[in-house]
């Protein structure tokens, strides 16, 4: 190996490893904080109790359906390809990762919730900072976990073979297959728990929400954990490592990355895929870099009075730190590709070196994600008019409430999908197939703070109901605050997690397509009726699906 990508090498797996040692940092000073009285410690025991029999049971029926999937793997592609087992590999591993990134959410979201409910009896802020740094530990979890997994697979494959990143696919399936329980399963239980805990409490009793002489409370508690940490944590720790995967592969196939390059030097087509590959890692340890940054600046610099500023000013300065690393990265690892011309849609020819094209690709990606933020902020805060209207409908009754609530989020999803097709446009034009999973590897270069402003929401949310359950009435206008915060948070990390699904889809579809292995398939076009037939079909699946649910 030469010496530059040795140096790349201990660089990644530093910035993986710290991520890690600073999740631990947290998780330490955290545990130090004191919990309450005696009523809120019993309250938090009963929700974590609640909490871990959903996790152990949930994690039971993965791991019985990951072991034959694992086999039906080794069988149906190792065996045939008579490769060594590494899909099997992958897919243990990545299932194995997603499961403890699941694991620790739900531990530090149990750890911090009481915490937070005492924090708050010194100030807002200090309660906004323990329930932040509760939800940075998921952060760090699933962005240094996901890039150790996936680059030091990545090198122990290459030491044994060839290092094909074609092999690390199994680790992006082992992390869907979490993904899908979580989320669905983990979305069923948070609904259940909290539309059952309120017909009885509100409708059925007439006493008000977290009331303690409710037993549903808890599991409406246990709910809002489930979905906001486990679930959000499973589909962002899905939607980077796929990602991540995707664009190893498409810089190391030479029918996309070396036919960007105008004038490749011959001899050295192998150094222009690896600078490529490692370049794409090197764009999540620019997120990772970032995020610490922002915890250490939101803790030192920034006030927690005012949840909702702080929160977005600290995602605004995420996405200008990943921006100045991913155009210096850009340019030292791509700057050698030369200068190629760039015809945008068949008109104005541009000439435009290769590193430029692929940073401007990942930084659509990071506007993209920034955008979708300030419109999920726009249309979700009590501070702004769609949400003020909608209050204001619910005064004529729920059924008029209902139409202005359901009419105003079908107008909120306009500006993301103009931009996601935006983005799509430009990254394709910019830097073909590499710039589309550039663009989402931007984009997913923020997954540390939004997993962080997520959990955020849940744990807030538990601290609400334990001030309420322990009768600490005169602190609930604190959490309240807090409350409202996280449930904006909550949607941002939503049309997150929509979004940059979208995106990898897109770029996953795109490497299939164009890979070497694949030799023929079927184009779309409007006048071949087969593939619009399938579009139509599997258009229609998620609704089926969904209404089983």
Not at 52 to 57: D, H, S, T
Not at 327 to 343: C, E, P, Q, T, W
Not at 403 to 425: D, E, F, H, Q, R
């Amino acid at each position: 190996m030469e010496l530059s990508f040795l140096i790349l090498n201990i660089i990644i797996f530093t910035i993986g490893l710290g991520a890690i040692a600073l999740a631990i940092y947290l998780i330490l000073r955290i545990k130090r904080l004191e919990e309450g009285n005696e009523d809120m410690k019993n309250i938090a025991s009963a929700i974590r109790e609640g909490a871990f029999a959903y996790l152990k049971r949930e994690y039971f029926y993965i791991m019985i359906i990951a072991v034959i999937l694992a086999i039906v793997f080794y069988f149906t592609i190792d065996r045939l390809y008579n490769w060594f087992p590494y899909t099997l590999i992958s897919f243990v591993v990545g299932t194995v990762s997603s499961i403890f990134c699941g694991f620790m959410g739900m531990y530090i979201a149990t750890l911090s919730n009481v915490r937070t409910a005492e924090g708050v009896k010194k100030s807002l802020d200090n309660g906004f900072k323990i329930a932040f740094n509760g939800g940075a530990v998921l952060g760090l979890f699933i962005m240094g976990i996901g890039l150790i997994g996936i680059f030091g697979l990545y090198n122990l494959y290459n030491l044994i073979g060839d290092g094909n990143p074609v092999y690390l696919s199994g680790y992006g399936f082992g992390g869907s297959l979490v993904c899908i329980f979580s989320r669905v399963g983990g979305g069923i239980y948070t609904k259940s728990a909290d539309m059952g805990a309120d017909l009885v409490g509100k409708i059925e009793k007439g006493i008000p929400e977290d009331d303690p002489r409710n037993p549903g409370v808890i599991a409406d508690n246990v709910g809002d954990i489930v979905g906001d940490c486990v679930g959000m944590s499973a589909d962002l720790f899905e939607s980077l490592t796929i990602t991540l995967i995707v664009a190893m592969i498409i810089a190391f196939d030479p029918n996309i990355v070396l036919a960007m390059i105008p004038s490749p030097i011959p001899g050295l087509e192998l150094i222009y895929k690896l600078d490529a590959l490692y370049f794409a890692n090197l764009v999540v340890c620019t997120g990772i870099v970032a995020f610490i940054i922002v915890i250490i600046v939101i803790n030192k610099l920034f006030k927690g009075d005012k949840p909702i500023k702080t929160i977005n000013n600290g995602l605004i300065i995420s996405g200008l730190i990943s921006m100045v690393f991913f155009g210096s990265f850009a340019y030292s690892m791509l700057g050698g590709f030369g200068v190629r011309n760039i015809k945008l849609w068949g008109m104005l020819d541009v000439a435009m070196p290769i590193w430029l094209g692929v940073f401007l690709s990942g930084l659509l990606g990071l506007v993209v994600a920034i955008i979708v933020s300030i419109n999920t902020n726009y249309f979700t805060s009590g501070n702004h008019k769609p949400a003020k209207e909608i209050a204001k409908a619910g005064e004529t009754g729920p059924a008029t409430n209902v139409l202005k609530g359901y009419s105003t989020g079908l107008k909120s999803i306009t500006i993301p999908a103009i931009m996601v097709s935006i983005a799509i446009i430009f990254a394709h034009e910019l830097a073909g197939l590499f710039g589309i999973a550039l663009s989402s590897l931007g984009l997913l270069s923020l997954t540390g703070i939004i997993q962080a402003i997520d959990a955020f929401g849940a744990i807030s949310d538990n601290a609400g109901g334990i001030v309420e359950m322990s009768g600490l009435d005169e602190y609930r206008s604190k959490t309240d605050i807090l409350d409202e915060a996280g449930n904006t948070t909550a949607a941002n990390a939503k049309g997150f997690a929509i979004i940059s699904s979208g995106l990898v889809a897109l770029a996953t579809i795109g490497a299939i397509i164009d890979s070497t292995i694949v030799t023929h398939y079927t184009k779309i076009a409007l006048n071949n009726p087969f593939p619009i037939a399938g579009l139509m079909i599997a258009a229609r699946v998620p609704f089926m699906f969904s209404a089983f649910l």
